[in-house]
């Protein structure tokens, strides 16, 4: 079946350029997860959307990042006036189950796009 | 706050000797603990995770890790590796559940034929 799709895979942007990456995840999947992954790190959380609600944005780091999930499946990380520090590669995860799902075993574990490795000069 | 610390940057070991990925955590509320890889140019791809229930988790590909919540640790293991396990292996811990997962900074498995 399908997976996580991401897209473009690469981006090439100028400093002070707007970017938007889009995240296309698995059908039915409740949970969306944005993350970056800095080059020998690990990825860092950045927002998690259960449904269209974005229930967490506490690693976004600037108000240059913002995320949306307008009819709860596809989704887009915009990253406006980007700087060479935005230099990552942008993971997006989603995950059938959400939080506060009752039962222990719906707790689902995430699964990966390819990313889009976005380059600032 | 919640933390993952993956003491060793790579680990190399022979073809058909047992492996070893060391993982503790730092939580304040119950872990759910995960491994995932990474190979080169591929996502990361979930191998196993720990919610509940038995210390022992067996997971994809003959991995399982043993959870000890003395030591706080989450050790990933396999009996017998192979070169094509070579890869980035992350940990990570989301608190309670709460969909907010840290991620270890990476361990390299370099198995040598």
């Known amino acids: 079946g399908a997976g996580v799709s991401q897209s473009p895979r690469y981006k090439v942007a100028k400093r002070g350029q707007d970017v938007a990456l889009r995240c296309d995840p698995i059908?039915?999947?409740?949970?969306l997860f944005w993350y970056q992954q800095a080059l020998g790190q690990g990825p860092e959380f950045l927002t998690y959307f259960q449904n269209e609600a974005q229930l967490d944005k506490s690693g976004l780091p600037s108000d240059r990042f913002f995320a949306e999930r307008p009819e709860g499946s596809v989704s887009t990380l915009k990253i406006q006036r980007t700087q060479q520090e935005d230099s990552a590669v942008y993971l997006c995860?989603?995950?059938?189950?959400?939080?506060?799902?009752?039962?222990?075993?719906?707790?689902?574990?995430?699964?990966f796009g390819p990313g889009t490795r976005l380059t600032v000069l | 706050a919640q933390s993952v610390a993956q003491p060793e940057d790579q680990v190399n070991v022979a073809e058909g000797n047992p492996l070893t990925v060391k993982c503790t955590y730092s939580v304040s509320g119950n872990p759910y603990l995960f491994w995932y890889v990474q190979y080169p140019n591929r996502g990361l791809q979930f191998l196993l995770k720990y919610i509940t229930g038995d210390n022992l988790v067996k997971g994809s590909y003959g991995f399982e890790a043993e959870f000890n919540k003395s030591q706080t640790s989450f050790h990933l293991k396999k009996p017998s590796a192979l070169v094509s396990d070579s890869a980035l292996y992350f940990c990570?811990?989301?608190?309670?559940?709460?969909?907010?997962?840290?991620f270890g900074t990476g361990t390299k498995l370099q198995v040598i034929p």
């Open positions: 059908s039915g999947h409740v949970s």
């Open positions: 995860a989603s995950s059938r189950g959400g939080r506060g799902t009752s039962g222990i075993s719906s707790y689902n574990e995430q699964f």
């Open positions: 990570a811990v989301d608190s309670g559940g709460y969909q907010k997962v840290t």
